[in-house]
């Protein structure tokens, strides 16, 4: 398993470059470059994928709609001038294809949470894993109290580049601020679950 | 410290910018879906493939059904079927398993028809025809990913290619 995350100034600044990147990438695609457009593909299909699977398609349904939406993008290029619109619309249309897909009523799955395999179970660890394991499940339990848009919202937003965030969280008809990002309702809300369910110790001490 | 109730002016409001422990739980529910939802690792190269032999004039044939079966008379060898609709074509191919490691692709258009049929994979691309009846067949294709181009059937490259998404063989 991957190791806990640190927020440090160099991760922070990790991500920022990594929105700078995909809006490089993004200009070198506007000008017909294929390998910039294949970097963007690799970038941003994680993200994708979560945005089918949390409209509830079948794996490969999830595939199919990646492929159709990326060939999309072709077309739509010249329209789309920086990496939060670039984002925005691939998340809008993902879901929109999801959804056609879905309605279609072929091979349909439960969107839920819930039916996701359990968290893969921590190998023999350090003790520093075993925390790390105890507070994602926590973690885990928590996000399934949230509502189903607030999960879903969670679920994509957690795998956009961060400066995009307020695109993403807008494309899913939830914006989260006006001016910069704020941390909005279902981030607010998980994070009162947990702090409920650890007595406001959760992720204090780092 | 069960059964302590903070007081609400000490939870997080959701008008407050993000701050390090938002974006500490983002990375955590990112890490979780990854791990218990994984994209196929193979899925940003097959779409990387698919657009590089785009062109406009394409229909793109989507995977309807597949299905493995094992072949009775020769017992333990695989044999899969798949088959792709389009809005024009209907595309049937059963892969089977050669001596050698290379698999043998043998395909059926409906309509019926004389087409030419390209194979694109990690190798040089293989070009066959199809017969009256629609039938063709790739004896030996190298294994890995591999995309069907039926190339337009009108005169002078008039009308349209249809395109499989890439598949695994």
């Known amino acids: ?78 329209g789309i001038h920086d ?34 395999d359990e968290l893969p179970a921590a190998g023999p660890g350090s003790e520093e894993q075993v925390i790390v394991d105890d507070e994602r499940r926590l973690l885990w339990a928590a996000i399934g109290r949230l509502s189903a848009r607030c999960q879903e919202l969670l679920r994509i937003i957690a795998f956009a580049p961060r400066p995009d965030y307020t695109a993403v969280a807008a494309a899913l008809g939830m914006p989260v601020g006006s001016i910069g990002p704020t941390r909005g309702r279902c981030l607010a809300k998980l994070r009162a679950l947990l702090a409920d369910e650890t007595g406001g110790a959760w992720r204090d001490a780092s | 410290m069960p059964g302590v109730t903070l007081p609400d002016a000490d939870l997080p409001s959701a008008d407050e910018p993000l701050d390090d422990s938002d974006f500490g739980l983002l990375d955590e529910i990112r890490d979780m879906f990854a791990a218990a939802d994984p994209m196929p690792a193979e899925l940003p190269e097959r779409i990387r493939f698919f657009l590089a032999v785009r062109d406009l004039e394409i229909e793109v044939a989507r995977l309807t059904a597949e299905q493995d079966e094992l072949v009775a008379a020769r017992g333990t060898e695989q044999s899969r079927t798949i088959t792709f609709d389009s809005e024009t074509l209907t595309i049937m191919i059963r892969i089977d398993g050669n001596r050698d490691g290379t698999v043998r ?60 998404p890439a598949l695994i063989i």
């Open chain 1, 1 to 78: 398993m991957d190791n806990r995350p640190v927020m440090t100034g160099r991760v922070q600044q990790d991500r920022l470059d990594r929105g700078a990147r995909i809006a490089r990438l993004l200009g070198a695609a506007r000008q017909g470059s294929e390998d910039a457009l294949g970097q963007i593909v690799t970038e941003l299909s994680p993200l994708l994928w979560q945005v089918a699977r949390a409209a509830g398609l079948s794996a490969g349904d999830a595939e199919d709609v990646l492929q159709t939406v990326w060939l999309r993008l072709v077309a739509h290029l010249d």
């Open chain 1, 83 to 116: 990496s939060a619109a670039l984002t925005g619309w691939l998340v809008t249309t993902t879901r929109r294809e999801a959804w056609r897909v879905r309605a279609t009523g072929r091979r349909q799955i439960p969107a839920d949470h819930e039916t996701l």
């Open chain 2, 105 to 164: 692709v043998d395909g059926w258009l409906a309509p019926a028809q004389r087409r030419e049929i390209e194979l694109k994979c990690a190798a040089d691309p293989m070009s066959v025809t199809s017969d009256e009846q629609g039938r063709f067949v790739f004896s030996r294709v190298p294994c890995g990913s591999a995309q069907l181009i039926v190339r337009p059937s009108g005169r002078d490259g008039a009308g349209r290619s249809v395109v499989t």
